[in-house]
T-cell receptor
Framework: ETGVTQTPRHLVMGMTNKKSLKCEQHLGHNAMYWYKQSAKKPLELMFV???????ENNSVPSRFSPECPNSSHLFLHLHTLQPEDSALYLC???????????????FGEGSRLTVL | AQSVAQPEDQVNVAEGNPLTVKCTYSVSGNPYLFWYVQYPNRGLQFLLKYITGDNLVKGSYGFEAEFNKSQTSFHLKKPSALVSDSALYFC????????????FGRGTQLTVWP
């Protein structure tokens, strides 16, 4: 148990569906992240939020829409996805400010997405 | 450009033998260095970190890593490998402070044979 919870763990969707991935952290951190992990490819950083504000968007297609209503919750809204978007989507959090912080990321277990 | 390199996609070792998983980094300023492990269909788990101080850091499950500033390396080691250590290992680094982007290597698949 890392203190970062992702739901659902598995999701199968068609290309015309709309679904959302949810991430919740119980660590009191102020930064949250979405990563994409595809087979045979490096980890891809998608989005970063600090204190609920988006600070990084790494040229992610608009069919992925993040939402961060507060520092503990992060969503990834999915619509009209493509089969190549099938991957493990990892959420992470960190404490990126303040004394004593060393900035390591704590990851959730991931949401395995399959797009048919 | 800032980056982390793990030169070996795969490392195979017999159970009971020592293991090393290599990592080199290129970041601005003093490095903050991390190792993570990932088991199949799971998220990344934090293993250990180097921030400052002793060049040899100890982490979870008997793993340790040695920071070498002159070689810009942070290799992961374990004196005696277990079959249960078989997993995907990621090295990560950020430069200069606790803020800013964490750069990950591509990962090294460790297989420990019984």
């Amino acid at each position: 148990e890392t203190g970062v919870t992702q739901t659902p763990r598995h999701l199968v969707m068609g290309m015309t569906n709309k679904k959302s991935l949810k991430c919740e952290q119980h660590l009191g951190h102020n930064a949250m992240y979405w990563y994409k992990q595809s087979a045979k490819k490096p980890l891809e950083l998608m989005f970063v939020y600090n204190f609920k504000e988006q600070t990084e968007n790494n040229s992610v297609p608009s069919r992925f829409s993040p939402e961060c209503p507060n520092s503990s919750h992060l969503f990834l809204h999915l619509h009209t996805l493509q089969p190549e978007d099938s991957a493990l989507y990892l959420c992470a959090s960190s404490q990126d400010a303040g004394q004593g912080s060393t900035g390591e990321l704590f990851f959730g277990e991931g949401s395995r997405l399959t797009v048919l | 450009a800032q980056s982390v390199a793990q030169p070996e996609d795969q490392v195979n070792v017999a159970e009971g033998n020592p293991l090393t998983v290599k990592c080199t980094y290129s970041v601005s300023g003093n490095p903050y260095l991390f190792w993570y492990v990932q088991y199949p269909n799971r998220g990344l788990q934090f293993l250990l970190k180097y921030i400052t101080g002793d060049n040899l850091v100890k982490g979870s499950y008997g793993f340790e890593a040695e920071f070498n500033k002159s070689q810009t390396s942070f290799h992961l080691k374990k004196p005696s490998a277990l079959v249960s250590d078989s997993a995907l290992y990621f090295c990560a680094a950020r430069g200069g402070s606790t803020l800013g982007r964490l750069y990950f290597g591509r990962g090294t698949q460790l297989t420990v044979w019984p």
